[in-house]
């Protein structure tokens, strides 16, 4: 874990409320495995106080990207910022996805609803570096919510997406398009990031069909790092079952290890 | 060379800057970040005398420029602390105090009774003014009586000084500083977190499920220096400021208003370097304006002509 308070924007893309950064960090980048994240510093007065966590997107040798998309104050100043703005982040923080050589020539899925779809491009190039089959399944509310078609398709990724209203792919949610294409092919793991809803019925699809899977999990974060116990979910490991904060121990849980509970109100 | 070091009387500090319980972790999570040996002293996160399960998420909601937090002292219990983590934290050379925590005064002895045997702790912290137990908010700090009861009960049993960790959320915090004397603390920390709601506007419920949390942060520290400065007062023993401190200059306010060492805690989860920043900035400013001790500059408010 590593704290770059000079972590300068190189390269900005945007689409509507969507934004891509690449950020100059070559320490944090020989570091980062995929399903990991950074802690950014959104301003240096006291509003918006805490560090906001955002996946990281891909790397390169020099630099991590990030894809976000504005969800609130921190998210659009952040996306205020300009080529050349010095950012100050942390990273890379916690456990990513667990893959690796073991997966060599076999199918995977890579699953991924909105903003969700951040960490899960770094990890196919990662499962297809060691020789897996990755199908990304990519859904959003309309076509302007899956703005990062163009660049899986560009990496000749086997692309699958999915719009709410139809306006571009399968029409519904992303887990009705993968429910339907799992009746032709069986992979030998699903990794899914996205809305918990959405998560939620990946799980119990892939339990049933006894494909392993994987979970990035979101919560508000205080830290990132593991000292204000913030960011806890339901977690079972070991046969203990208990509050396990994600920025540490996570985000990436199995299916096994995730206890999905509604957020009591 | 600039003296920040402060007498409380029962312990020497390098100088006021103190981190917070449970914004500093078990403090080795920061070795990474900061040399603790820097550090005036280090609170670690609260301990009862078993491991905690700590509340239902969501535990934290951002607040203009501030922290509402119900984490509900989810922690490892004073064997597991003694055993693991106090061998490799009193390697450093700084002030580790404890953060006491007890369901019933006797728990709070308890935690104490067993901590009394193990070596390198230079104080405990009693706190008695968690708002994220019971329901509500109830704690011993609401009360003089109550405050009375668990402090004087600790100190039969403490080997070591008692810090009494004071609420807000009362209307005369002198009258509850004052009963934490008399029961023999050794020094008073105010304060806790003030008892805080946050509101959903699209589902209409509270953002967090015991409806209350308690707000910290820059938000705060506005009314905690009128609460030092209301007790510092009428104490005869010292005081240690916290809240909203980011910066030397808040820390500085505290000082001259008479607490004699700040605690920080909010800006540790924002940035892990900020209490070496803050230790840095105080020897900036005693250099710039010629203070060779900053204890010289402990409760020297100038105030106006009439008032005492
Ligand atoms: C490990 C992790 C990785 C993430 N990766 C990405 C990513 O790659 N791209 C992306 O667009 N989003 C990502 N998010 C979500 C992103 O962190 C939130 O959208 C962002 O913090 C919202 O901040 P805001 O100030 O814009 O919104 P706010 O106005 O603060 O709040 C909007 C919503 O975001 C939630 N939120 C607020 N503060 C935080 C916080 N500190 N941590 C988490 N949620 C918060 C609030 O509960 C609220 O529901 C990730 C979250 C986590 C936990
Ligand atoms: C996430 C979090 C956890 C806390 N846990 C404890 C605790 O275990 N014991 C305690 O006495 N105070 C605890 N506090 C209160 C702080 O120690 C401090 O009194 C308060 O946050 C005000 O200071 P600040 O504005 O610098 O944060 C906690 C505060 C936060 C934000
Ligand atoms: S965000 Fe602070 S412990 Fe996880």
Redesign the pocket.
């Known amino acids: 874990m590593i704290k770059d308070s000079q972590a300068r924007i190189i390269d900005k893309k945007s689409w509507n409320n ?1 934004y891509l950064f690449s950020l100059e960090s070559p320490r944090i980048a020989s570091q980062a495995h995929p399903g990991q ?1 950074i802690m950014i510093r ?1 301003s240096h007065h006291p509003h ?1 106080l ?6 990281i ?1 891909s790397k390169d040798e020099k630099s991590i990207d ?13 996306s205020q910022k300009k080529v050349g703005d010095i950012l100050d982040i942390l990273g890379p ?2 456990k990513g996805f667990h893959g690796g050589a073991s997966l060599n020539g076999k199918d995977v899925v890579a699953a991924g609803g909105g ?2 779809i ?2 899960l491009y770094f990890l196919a190039k990662e499962l297809r570096s060691h020789g897996a089959l990755v199908k990304i399944f990519y859904g959003g509310k309309s076509l302007e919510d899956i703005p990062l078609k163009e660049k899986f398709k560009r990496e000749n990724f086997d692309l699958y997406c999915s719009t709410d209203d139809g306006s571009f792919g399968f029409k519904g949610f992303i887990t009705e398009y993968l429910k339907t294409e799992l009746e032709k092919f069986t992979p030998s793991r699903i990794f899914s990031c996205g809305p918990e809803e959405m998560m939620k019925k990946i799980a119990q699809f892939a339990a049933k069909k006894n494909i392993p899977a994987e979970f ?7 830290c990132g790092f593991g000292v204000c116990w913030g ?1 806890v979910k339901r977690i079972k490991k070991n046969g203990e079952e208990g509050w396990v904060k ?2 540490e121990e ?2 990436v849980f199995s299916s096994e290890e995730i206890v999905w509970t509604e957020e009591e109100k | 060379m600039t003296d920040l070091s402060i007498d409380l009387g029962f312990i020497k500090l390098k100088n006021p800057i103190i981190a917070s319980s449970g914004t500093f972790g078990y403090g080795l999570e920061f070795a990474p970040f900061i040399d603790l040996n820097k550090l005036g002293g280090i609170v670690v996160k609260g301990l009862y005398f078993s491991p905690r399960p700590g509340n239902s998420p ?1 535990r ?3 607040a203009s420029s501030g922290l509402i937090n119900a984490v509900g002292l989810q922690g490892v219990g004073v064997k597991k602390f003694s055993e693991e983590i106090l061998p490799q934290l009193r390697k450093y050379s700084t002030a580790i105090i404890v953060n006491v925590c007890g369901e019933k005064d006797e728990e709070y002895a308890s935690v104490v009774d067993f901590l009394d045997k193990e070596e390198g702790i230079s104080a405990y912290e009693l706190n008695i003014s968690c708002p994220n137990v019971e329901k509500n908010g109830v704690c011993p700090a609401l009360d003089p009586e109550t405050t009375f009861s668990v402090v004087s009960l600790v100190k039969k049993s403490s080997s070591r000084p008692v810090i009494v960790k004071l609420s807000p959320n009362v209307t005369d915090i002198a009258e509850i500083a004052l009963s934490a004397q008399e029961a023999g603390a050794d020094a008073l920390s105010l304060v806790n977190t003030f008892l805080a709601i946050a509101v959903d506007v699209e589902t209409r419920k509270p ?1 967090l499920p015991k409806v209350f949390g308690g707000l910290s942060g820059p938000a705060i520290k506005p009314l905690v220096l009128r609460m030092v400065y209301q007790v510092v007062s009428r104490v005869k023993i010292p005081v240690i400021g916290i809240g909203g401190i980011l910066s030397a200059k808040d820390a500085l306010e505290y000082l001259i208003i008479g607490a004699r060492a700040v605690e920080v805690g909010t800006a540790n989860l924002i940035d892990p370097e900020a209490t070496v920043k803050i230790i840095d900035g105080l020897t900036e400013y005693c250099q710039k304006n010629g203070i060779d001790k900053i204890e010289s500059i402990i409760g020297t408010l100038k105030k106006p002509q009439g008032l005492d």
Request: charged share 15%; glycine share 12%; proline share 11%.
């Open positions: 969507y994240f959104i918006p805490l560090r906001r966590p955002l996946s997107h990030i894809f976000f998309q504005v969800s609130g104050l921190g998210t659009d100043l952040l923080l916690g903003r969700g951040a960490p990035s999990l979101e919560s508000v974060m205080g960011c994600i920025c996570g985000p | 969501p934290l909601v951002e953002v």
